[in-house]
């Protein structure tokens, strides 16, 4: 089973950035769409952006156009989420997922890293 580990998060000022990683253990993503999704503390998930793994095809909620930036590197088996004018908004936790959509569980979720903006 693919196991997905995210890293990368931190406590960040407005206006900052960060670069996530997503790392696919075992064997390769397993799915040509990986998405990143979002929690905010007392809301629902979010989810903000996917990339087609196999054309490079790439979508965008529109809270994160024109800011955030997903790619992968196929070769690393490793997805990538670049955030940059990060703002106060942008606070939760971020999964990876296998798809677009799916349901939170093992195997298609990682375990998420933490994002803080906050002065």
């Known amino acids: 089973q693919v196991q997905l580990v995210e890293s990368g998060g931190d406590m960040v000022q407005p206006g900052g950035s960060l670069r996530l990683s997503c790392a696919a253990s075992?064997?390769?993503?397993?799915?040509?769409?990986m998405s990143w999704v979002r929690q905010a503390p007392g809301k629902g998930s979010e989810w903000i952006s996917y990339?087609?793994?196999?054309?490079?095809?790439?979508y965008y909620a529109d809270s994160v156009k024109g800011r955030f930036t997903i790619s992968s590197d196929n070769a690393k088996n490793t997805l990538y989420l670049q955030m940059n004018d990060l703002k106060s908004e942008d606070t939760g936790r971020y999964y990876c997922?296998?798809?677009?959509?799916?349901?939170?569980?093992?195997?298609?979720w990682g375990e998420g890293t933490q994002v803080t903006v906050s002065s």
């Open positions: 990339i087609n793994i196999d054309n490079g095809r790439t």
């Open positions: 997922a296998r798809g677009w959509g799916v349901p939170q569980r093992q195997g298609f």
């Open positions: 075992g064997r390769p993503f397993n799915s040509n769409i």
